[in-house]
């Protein structure tokens, strides 16, 4: 019999891959053996039905597994009647780790079997499920560097640990209730609130059903619950956490369960269903759950998705044997929240979080397995059809994007806001989870920590560092430190720049394109504030072929922050000066213009920007949508609500003007004063906005005799834009590429850069 050599690359470690090819190849009589390696797994197969295990084999991996390559080759070995799963190749094993995955169906059958050994068992996984990333110390991953390496295995377990017949055959977070981590309840005092034999869920429970708020320690990080259908616990949640008005995401057993609350397409219940389980954006159903979303139409929502979580929805169904009860009605919503104090990053220790949620918290859902590194929940909607990140972490980190090019390790140290940051090895390019806005000591040492994280599990010492323009940025500083300390060079790479290389290393571009950065700010290369940039981008050259007419921020960085500073510098710029007065009295009475028009007319305090986020500011501001925004992006995302709310029109003719490079929508404000309602005022803001920026993009695309156009920015996250954007451009022959990978904003602004790093690097070499 021939036999043949497979070299397979991947995520194929760690994920029950072996077990799987001693099955496939004993169900089909092959003969020959499996084994971990360094770069992923190695099989030789020989038998009668080769050509069918070689077919099956990549076609029923398991869940959790993903090949990105398979190299075979003939081969002389004759092996031994049998298949065999041979040790690990000696030297240095480096296993990949994989995400976090939601608890598969078969753990929670045993979760709720009465007479297993799992019954209840709140940490109940196995090689398709649980915990990777978050519980992992460093490579390889093994027991040993988890965080359960403090719970020896008991006999049973172990039994199913070392025999490959079974689905937790080196499961390397298994454990039961004889072996594994256990649940507590506390107050807020740290007193026990589940003593003499109670069961911590049922007090969780009723406790969330009297109006309190509990801490529940999940995956990555500790939540914030209470009663969704409770306002007064909602309103005091946001009193208590200093949120006055950013949205909430709500938990909820089903999407029956959710859907008077929160409509479902084909592509909300596969993103609710996915083993990622992230949190889902839905357009509102015809209820609302009030104070969770206030002021826009969407509604994000997860499922439970671990053990813990599933375990107080098997409280509220009555505790039934069996899986029916999965898809049945469940009454029960909670509020699932970050639990961080405002701007902080996750709290993940239990005396981390009776410290830092003291004043938040009633009560203390936790347990003694630690979680290693912080990662908060993933934020995705449909955008066209297909899943669109708006925050990427638990879930899909560190799963690798495959990249077009090899190349020397970059780091890329991002943003400011919305950070996160990448590391490139070889082919692929790792994006770290979520770490958020740098402002202050906490999240900073966050960022330390997890590039030190990211670095240590990928074992990669980066040749080269990547940080934006901005000189003033701390994740710059954190680059130039770490370039001294290391001895390597960095590059600084221009922010819009970076948002459009982003798309095309998700692309796999190697060739010139046009982009549209359409983004709230950013340092351009002549030291101004862009963000709204028409640009040629060729790997490492980038050339600026176009921006918006700039806007005053009256006030500077303020500006950003008040639309109704933005509406008047919309207006005077425009020369419609002379109607601030008579608009601000009508609809934001409390405003006084005086001192903000004698700024601009003197152009004092009053630096300028290309940027299109302060255009939809400008517009929230004019019609009345928000004068102060409470979180970032508010203003954009309620404008984006009130035009979903009133429905598509047709874009106003006239609405804008192209002077050279330059495109303004000036001419759209008159018809914007004049609209008696706001929805219709955003909706037809939206469409000409669309269309002016489609027409200015496609007299490019003729001049630079390119067709195919990357959309990228903070701005590209707005689904009603795109949409008619793409529409218009794709009719024009353009083929359109957009952030799917990442997020559109600041959140994949770190892959941007180390891509275009890599090719300044090749340039300078």
């Known amino acids: 019999m021939s036999a043949r050599l497979l070299h397979i690359r991947g995520l194929v470690q760690g994920v029950g891959f072996r077990p799987y090819v001693w099955r496939l190849a004993g169900e089909l009589g092959i003969a020959g053996w499996v084994r971990n390696d360094g770069a992923g797994v190695t099989l ?5 039905r080769l050509d ?12 959790l597994a993903r090949i990105d390559a398979i190299d075979s080759s003939a081969s002389d070995e004759r092996p031994a009647p049998g298949f065999v799963i041979r040790d690990s190749v000696a030297g240095a094993v480096r296993t990949a780790i994989g995400p976090d995955a939601a608890i598969c169906p078969a ?71 004889d072996c594994g981590p256990q649940l507590r309840l506390f107050d807020e005092n740290g007193v026990d609130l589940a003593v003499g034999g109670d069961d911590p869920i049922a007090a969780t429970l009723a406790l ?33 956490k200093a949120r006055e008005a950013k949205p909430f995401a709500v938990m909820g057993l089903n999407p029956g369960a959710l859907a008077a609350f929160a409509e479902f397409g084909d592509g909300e219940r596969a993103l609710f269903a996915d083993v990622a389980a992230p949190i889902v954006l839905c357009r509102k159903g015809a209820a609302e759950l009030t104070g969770v979303a206030p002021g826009l139409p969407w509604l994000g929502v997860m499922r439970p998705a671990t053990p813990l979580h599933l375990l107080i929805w098997h409280e509220a169904a009555g505790r039934p044997a069996g899986t029916a009860w999965l898809t049945e009605e469940n009454d029960l919503l909670l509020v699932m929240t970050s639990a961080n104090p405002q701007g902080e990053p996750l709290v993940i220790g239990n ?35 297909a899943p669109a990140f708006l925050r990427r972490a638990r879930g899909y980190v560190p799963l690798p994007i495959p990249l077009a090019d090899d190349g020397p390790p970059v780091l890329a140290l991002g943003a400011h806001l919305k950070n996160a940051v990448c590391v490139l ?165 409390e405003r006084e213009a005086g001192p903000l028009l004698t700024l601009l007319d003197r152009q004092l305090r009053c630096p300028p920007t290309s940027s299109l986020g ?3 500011d400008a517009a929230a501001g004019l019609l009345g949508v928000r004068d102060v925004s409470r979180y970032e992006g508010q203003a954009a995302m309620e404008l984006e609500g009130r035009a979903a709310a009133h429905g598509p029109v047709e874009p106003l003719v006239g609405g804008w003007r192209i002077a050279g490079d330059i495109l303004d929508f000036s001419p759209l404000l008159p018809a914007l004063l004049g609209c008696r309602a706001a929805g219709q005022g955003a909706a037809l803001f939206h469409a000409t906005v669309a269309a002016g920026l489609a027409e200015w993009a496609m007299l490019a695309v003729h001049r630079e005799k390119l067709a195919k156009m990357a959309v990228g920015g903070g701005c590209a996250a707005n689904a009603i834009l795109l949409d008619a954007l793409r529409h218009r451009l794709t009719a024009g022959g353009v083929e359109v590429l957009e952030a799917r990978a990442v997020p559109a904003g600041d959140g994949g602004l770190a892959l941007g850069q180390a891509w275009v790093a890599r090719r300044m690097n090749g340039e300078k070499a």
């Open 614 to 616: 302060r255009w939809f």
């Open 52 to 63: 069918d295990f070689l077919a099956r084999l990549p076609r029923e991996i398991p869940p």
């Open 44 to 48: 030789l197969a020989a038998g009668a």
């Open 351 to 385: 005396a981390e979080a009776l410290q830092r949620l003291n004043g938040i918290a009633d009560a203390f859902l936790v347990h003694d397995r630690d979680i290693v590194v912080r990662c908060d929940d993933s934020v995705v909607r449909v955008a066209d059809g």
């Open 107 to 177: 753990c929670i059958a045993d979760l709720c079997d009465p007479e297993g050994r799992r019954w209840r068992y709140a940490f109940t996984t196995c090689t398709h499920c649980g915990p990777r990333y978050t519980v992992s110390a460093g490579i390889p991953y093994d027991r040993a560097r988890t965080s359960l390496a403090a719970f020896p295995l008991c006999a049973p377990c172990t039994s199913e640990y070392t025999d490959p017949a079974d689905r937790r055959f080196h499961a390397e977070t298994t454990c039961c209730p």
């Open 208 to 240: 969330l059903r009297a109006g309190r708020i509990v801490a529940i320690k999940g995956l990555g990080g500790f939540h914030l619950a209470c009663d969704a259908r409770n306002a007064d616990a909602v309103a005091e949640l946001r009193r208590r």
């Open 425 to 589: 090895r070889g082919r692929q390019a790792f994006v770290s989870q979520h770490i958020g806005s740098l402002d202050n000591a906490a999240t900073l040492a966050f960022l330390e920590e997890t590039v030190a994280h990211l670095l240590a599990v990928l074992d990669v010492q980066p040749a080269l560092i990547a940080h934006d323009l901005h000189p003033d940025y701390a994740s710059t500083a954190l680059a130039l430190r770490l370039a001294g300390e290391l001895g390597v060079p960095t590059r600084a790479v221009g922010h819009h720049h970076a948002h459009i290389g982003a798309i095309c290393a998700e692309h796999g571009v190697n060739g010139p394109l046009l982009g549209l950065a359409l983004d709230g700010v950013g340092l351009g290369p002549d030291g101004g504030a862009w963000g709204g940039e028409l640009l040629r981008v060729d790997g490492a050259d980038c050339r600026r072929l176009g921006h918006l007419r700039p806007l005053a921020l009256p006030g500077g960085d303020r500006a950003a922050r008040e639309p109704w500073r933005m509406a008047i510098a919309a207006l005077h710029g425009a020369g419609f000066g002379d109607q601030v007065a008579g608009w601000l009295a009508r609809t934001w009475p």
